[in-house]
C-alpha cells in the first residue's frame, strides 16, 4: 500500500483510550494523505481529518453563510469548487479521501432505479460520480440516523448497494457524539468504505470505541451576556411555556436556578431537562438554555462550536463577527469534529494492518 502512514511516538497507542478534552487537544498524526471537503458546511469534517495529519486541497459548499464561515476559518484563499452536482471531476486536484455529511434526500423511486442516470438529483450519486471519476481510495459520509429506517431501511440498503457497485467495501455505524469526546447527544450514522482493490477480501474495520465523558462546565463558558431573566420579553414567554398544559407544577424556577449546569430544552411542548450533557444541537433548535451562577443562560455560538469539537482558537475567530442565528444554524448542520477525528484515526490504524 503507496502514503505508507508516518506515526508521532508520541500518539496514543492504538487501543488506548484518550482521556482528554477535544477543544484544547494538539494531538495530530502525520501521513500524506490529500482529501477534499465535500457538503463542507463549516469545516468540522475537515478539522477531524487534519487532526490525523491530512491535507484538504479544496472545498464544496453552496451555502454562502456557511462558507464565509469557513474562509473565517481556514482562510480566504481556500478553493470553493461550488455545487458537487455541477462540478467538473477533470478540474478537481487528485486527492485520497471524500469526507462528505451529504443530505438525506427522498428516495422516491426505489426499485426503479437503472443506473447513475436516474439519480442525478440525488446528492449521494453526484457523490460517488466523483468517487468513480477520481478513482478515489477511500471515503467516510455522514448523514442522521433516521436515514436507517427512511422508506422503512431501503433508502440505506440503496445507497450501500451503489457504494458496493462503485468498488468499495463500507462499513457504516451509527455513533453518538457523546461517546467521543464532547458532551453533546448527537447520533448519526457514518459511512466508512475501502476501494476494494486495496485491501484483501478479509479486511476488517471497526468503528471507534467510545472514549471517556467529559463535562459539560468545561464547553458552557461563554462570558458573553446571554443571561436570559426578568428583564427581557422572552422570559415571560419562558413561564408561560413552564406553566402549559406540559409542564404546569412539574418545575420550580426557583429549584431550576439551584443546579448549576443544567441544561434546559425548551421544546414545542414539553420542558427536558440533562445534567452533564447537551441535547442534539440542530439547526432550529435555538431554545437550549442552561443554568449558571443561579442564573438562566442562552446557548452561544460559541458554546455550540465548542460542543461541535471545534478547538477554542477557531471559535473565537467568529465569537462577534458572524451574527448567532447563522453560528447556531452551522453548527446545527455540522458534523462532530471529535467523533471524525477518531473514525479517521481508526480507519488508519485499521489499514497499517493489511500495509503492503
Known sequence: MTNALKVKKNIIDDDEHVNFSFKNSQIKIENNFKFIDFCAGIGAGRLGLEKNGLTCVGFSEIDKQAEKTYRKF???????????????????PDFDIMIAGFPCQTFSVIGQRKGMQDERGQI???????????NLKYFI??????LTNHDNGNSLKVILSELDKAGYKVFSEVLNSIDYGVPQMRERIYFVGVRKDLIPENFTF???????????????????????DKKKEVYSTFLKYLNNKYNIDKFSVKDLLKRDFLVLDTRQSDLRLYDNRVPTLR??????????????RQLSGYESLLLQGFPEELAKKVKGSVEEIHLLR????????????FIVKELFNSLKKYEK
Do not use: W
Open 283 to 296: 439547526t432550529g433548535r435555538h431554545g437550549i438554555l442552561y443554568v449558571r451562577n443561579g442564573k438562566f
Open 74 to 92: 481556514f482562510g480566504a484563499d481556500e478553493i470553493n469548487y461550488g455545487d458537487l452536482m455541477k462540478i467538473d471531476t477533470s478540474q478537481l
Open 141 to 146: 459520509l455522514e448523514n442522521v440516523k433516521g
Open 124 to 134: 449521494i450519486y453526484g457523490l460517488i460520480k466523483i468517487m468513480r471519476d477520481k
Open 330 to 341: 452551522q453548527t446545527g448542520n455540522a458534523m462532530t469534529v471529535s467523533t471524525i477525528y
Open 206 to 228: 471497526s468503528f471507534p470505541v467510545k472514549q471517556p465523558r467529559v463535562n459539560v462546565k468545561d464547553y458552557l463558558v461563554d462570558d458573553v451576556d446571554l443571561h436570559f
